[in-house]
């Protein structure tokens, strides 16, 4: 399982990487693992502002439909529209060419809320 160090993540399985005050947002492959095939990615949030654990979105699998939770309040400035017509990118590359929002973040003291790579690897037993 792969679980970059560089990122930061939550307990609902995103991940999280910063660039200056925008956060890059995806699943992570633990989730996209346990999701299995993923046909669909909707998120319809772009340009409004949510504060963090809103729902922005969901993710369809075969199986299931997971809600999407943000984890820094802030505006959501852009959705990886090629999730529309590929969303098995997020399975194949989940850090990668599988992200699904940037968010222009509001607090950054929230950032302080998201977990480590080793606090996460704690939670799904890696």
């Not at 989730?31 to 993923?38: F, R």
């Not at 990615?41 to 772009?46: A, L, N, Y």
């Not at 309040?73 to 590359?93: C, Q, R, Y």
């Not at 790579?117 to 037993?125: Q, R």
């Amino acid at each position: 399982m792969n679980i970059p160090e560089e990122l930061k993540y939550t307990k609902d399985h995103e991940w999280v990487k910063i660039d200056g005050d925008v956060a890059i947002v995806g699943i992570t492959d633990f989730a996209q693992s346990e999701l299995g095939d993923i046909v669909y990615v909707e998120v319809e949030t772009v340009d409004e502002t949510l504060d963090a654990d809103e729902v922005f979105g969901t993710v369809e699998a075969v199986k299931t439909v997971s809600d999407l939770f943000l984890p820094l309040s802030g505006e959501i400035t852009e959705f990886n529209e090629s999730l529309e017509d590929e969303p098995e990118k997020v399975n194949a590359d989940p850090y990668g060419d599988g992200w699904m929002v940037k968010i222009k973040f509001s607090d950054e003291s929230q950032i302080d809320n998201l977990l480590s790579a080793e606090d996460y690897k704690a939670i799904v037993g890696a």
